[in-house]
């Protein structure tokens, strides 16, 4: 019979960061868009995406487990 478990709360996190990297490379590649057809983006829009960027790689890095302090931390680093 098959076991069911429920997830840590670290695997949730890394399967939320993964979706938020897929949502960052469409976002991504609309921009990319826009900008092919003579439209621009802000930087504080390239900024944030930047910060949501780097908060996925910190996520994966650690496997979901985080650091709160260091996690906050990313936020003024991309400012």
């Known amino acids: 019979m098959t076991?069911?478990?429920?997830?840590?709360?670290e695997e949730n996190t890394a399967r939320i960061s993964q979706t938020q990297e897929v949502l960052l490379?469409?976002?991504?590649?609309?921009?990319?868009?826009?900008e092919s057809l003579g439209g621009s983006v802000s930087p504080l829009m390239l900024a944030k995406i930047k910060e949501?960027?780097?908060k996925s790689d910190y996520i994966n890095?650690?496997?979901?487990?985080?650091?709160?302090?260091k996690y906050q931390t990313l936020k003024n680093e991309s400012q």
Request: zero cysteines.
């Open 61 to 69: 890095e650690t496997r979901g487990k985080i650091d709160l302090k």
């Open 52 to 54: 949501y960027q780097d």
């Open 25 to 34: 490379n469409s976002l991504k590649k609309n921009i990319q868009m826009l």
């Open 3 to 9: 076991e069911w478990g429920a997830r840590s709360k």
